[in-house]
């Protein structure tokens, strides 16, 4: 019985293994993840300080991505970018992996008319173009890092409970929840035993997956000026600054739109990967 969960994980483990984009993803994220979390004991620089006989200097061994029109070191903005980017993707993900989970569930589970007028109101935030619909947002509530997280939360709760809904009512008819039902299993014992385990692989996917759009949204609503404050350094807010100096400085917006491109890569690669080895039919 111990050799059982070692047996269900080895082959999950050898398809991840197995496919190099998928690691390069994965390596990529974590890579990432340690520059948001240290970006005071990585980055060669103060991204703030100021020092207007550099501005707009070239890439060089004192400055790698070179210096923007203030003089500051663009690979230090860069990394503390990253983890206002990555922050705001991942708080904001996680706040729409919660909430519509939970309207997910409500709706697939329980039916009736809490699944009429939760499905009706995903569709009518399916309607929308979900960048249309971020930027709609952002212009109402102002810029700012709480409202930028909550906008992207907002427009990407919809996908959760379409795939938590989904996967409740493809499972909640099955025999073995029928049998737990007529044994007299309560609701929230069927939900946490029978269902909420088996939602969870497609989750996991939807999860890596909804992160890189989460980044490319922030990306999009600093460039336009309704994401987080100008003066925070992120990615799309330093693409956005480099915007004016394309002939003269190319390399401020050709070193953040390379962050942003290889993170959203990553991500896409670690969920194309996790949604192959999650699949039950990729396992003979």
């Known amino acids: 019985m111990t050799e059982l969960p070692y047996a269900r994980r080895a082959p999950f483990l050898h398809r991840i293994a197995r496919n190099r984009l998928v690691l390069i993803g994965f390596v990529i994220i974590v890579f990432l993840i340690i520059l948001a979390l240290f970006p005071n004991q990585i980055a060669p620089h103060d991204p703030d300080e100021l020092n207007m006989k550099e501005a707009l200097n070239p890439p060089s061994l004192e400055a790698p991505f070179g210096t923007d029109r203030y003089?500051?070191?663009?690979?230090?903005?860069?990394?503390?970018?990253?983890?206002?980017?990555?922050?705001?993707?991942?708080?904001?993900?996680?706040?729409?992996?919660?909430?519509?989970?939970?309207?997910?569930?409500?709706?697939?589970?329980?039916?009736?008319?809490?699944?009429?007028?939760?499905?009706?109101?995903?569709?009518?935030?399916?309607?929308?173009?979900?960048?249309?619909?971020?930027?709609?947002?952002?212009?109402?509530?102002?810029?700012?890092?709480?409202?930028?997280?909550?906008?992207?939360?907002?427009?990407?709760?919809?996908?959760?409970?379409?795939v938590v809904r989904g996967s409740t009512l493809a499972r909640r008819e099955l025999e073995y929840v029928q049998v737990a039902r007529v044994v007299g299993a309560r609701h929230g014992r069927i939900l946490s035993r029978h269902i909420l385990p088996n939602i969870v692989s497609p989750l996991i996917v939807q999860t890596s997956i909804t992160i890189a759009y989460a980044i490319l949204t922030e990306a999009s609503l600093s460039y336009l000026g309704l994401g987080v404050d100008i003066l925070t350094p992120t990615w799309g807010n330093i693409l956005n600054e480099g915007r004016a100096y394309l002939q003269q400085a190319p390399w401020i917006s050709i070193f953040s739109g390379m962050a942003i491109m290889v993170a959203v890569l990553a991500f896409n690669l670690a969920g194309d990967g996790l949604r192959d080895a999650l699949d039950p039919r990729m396992s003979q």
């Open 71 to 162: 003089g500051r070191d663009l690979l230090s903005r860069i990394i503390f970018g990253t983890r206002v980017s990555l922050g705001i993707a991942f708080a904001a993900v996680g706040i729409a992996l919660i909430v519509g989970s939970i309207l997910g569930i409500i709706s697939g589970y329980i039916g009736g008319t809490w699944d009429i007028v939760i499905s009706r109101l995903m569709d009518i935030l399916f309607s929308f173009p979900m960048l249309l619909l971020a930027i709609a947002l952002a212009a109402m509530m102002g810029p700012g890092i709480e409202n930028a997280t909550r906008d992207i939360a907002i427009v990407n709760i919809p996908f959760f409970a379409r």
